[in-house]
């Protein structure tokens, strides 16, 4: 097989991978165009960061040395969605995780795990029907509450909710605790204990805590504006002296907070581990994601309700770019290589014309999982959701996420959960901070970040 290495433009991270001299031969003239014009600033971003590049959120400034944080699965608390094939880069067996991560992965757990759930006090959270990635940015931002607020959250069980499958999850079961480890050591039954619901005060931000000594507060209505865009208490204040001390850019810590919280909530228990793997092998038979493969998500469906849609040739161009810009072939000095690769994406997304344009491009090795999607852009997700069954939707959507996250570049569009999800969870818990993401619809490295 023949080996190619790549250089490494400023925006993109040293990538290996295999593939064949005849799948280059289109982006070829351009390449060399490119790298000639960009020849200086590759070297120098190679010398700065020799493991790949630094993740989106820090600062321009940093040195290699603050921006590479070495990660390793077992530095985080019990039931972390780890990849034990590590997040390789560079000569570091398990890769680099974002600035703070095992530090804030346990100061969560022992802030949700109390000694004694009796003396606690709780912030009673019920999430609200949405999309899955919608669903866990806001659930990170109540734990951002729960946690400046000192009080254990716990979320409300609520049999109706659409990912919630009585068949599956039994009954007394919150939704989450359904499909991942129990977000606290205390349940929702320790929150209600003595308290009646009528009384128990609905607040949306802390300053509608009037009395601390209240045993539980629910959430109610939406997050307020100060809450998200970027305000102090976007990121627990426990934390900011963390934060504060590291390079991560000041202005970008809500998206350090939200890749911390969904790393911490998206902790699949033991049984839905068994299940996606049998999954996997059902909706992705006889493969798996080899080294370099790229992970597009195009987020189509009724996305274009609140933001223009991103179309499928923007994310190809990027595709296309990163073949442009990163791949140069290096002669390996073998003979007779002839069984030769095309370089691969893995592709995941709602839009069953997106699959066909992309396996329509003949220098891609494009594959995908065999699932339910939801062609009709007027029909609204969870109108799908429920159609599909919300087990279904969820397990199926964790397949595609652990399947995007053994990729090692990233192509989507910031503005979308999911594609918010993938960015976060590739750049905590599974070690791959100094992957290359590159986003469809701004220009790279992505300054806008979704509240
Ligand atoms: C990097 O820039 C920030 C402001 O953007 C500044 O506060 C900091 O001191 C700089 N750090 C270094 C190491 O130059
Ligand atoms: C837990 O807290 C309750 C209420 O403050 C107290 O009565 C109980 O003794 C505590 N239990 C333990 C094991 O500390
Ligand atoms: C409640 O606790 C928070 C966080 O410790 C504090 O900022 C706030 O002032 C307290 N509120 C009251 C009414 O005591
Ligand atoms: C969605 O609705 C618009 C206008 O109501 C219509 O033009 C379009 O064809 C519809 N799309 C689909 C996929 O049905």
Redesign the pocket.
Known sequence: MLRVRYAIPSLLAILVFHTADAALSSGKNTARAVHAAAAAQHSTARARFPHGEQHHIY?????AAEAWTPCHPDAYPPGAWVSRSGGKHGASSFGSHLYGTAKAQRFIWAHQHPRNCTAAKFLLYPPSPSGIGSILHHMGQALALAIQLNRVMVVAYSPDFPYYSKARCGVEVSFEACYFEPLSSCSWSDALDGVARRNMPSINSPSQVTDNNTKTVQFSGAFTAPDYHCQDDSVPPQLHALLRGGPI?WAKRHYWWRAQSVAYIVRPNSRTLAELAARKRRIYPGRLIRRSTLSVHVRHGDKHTETPPVPDQAYLARANEAISLVWQPRKTGKKGDSGIRRPSIFLSTEDPATVKIFTRQPQWDVSFTNVPRKPDANRSTLAYVAEIGGDEEMLNSLVNLDLALECDAWIGTLSSNWCRLIDELRATVRCKAHGTYLDAEQENPPQDLNW
């Open positions: 600062r321009k400034n940093v040195s850019d």
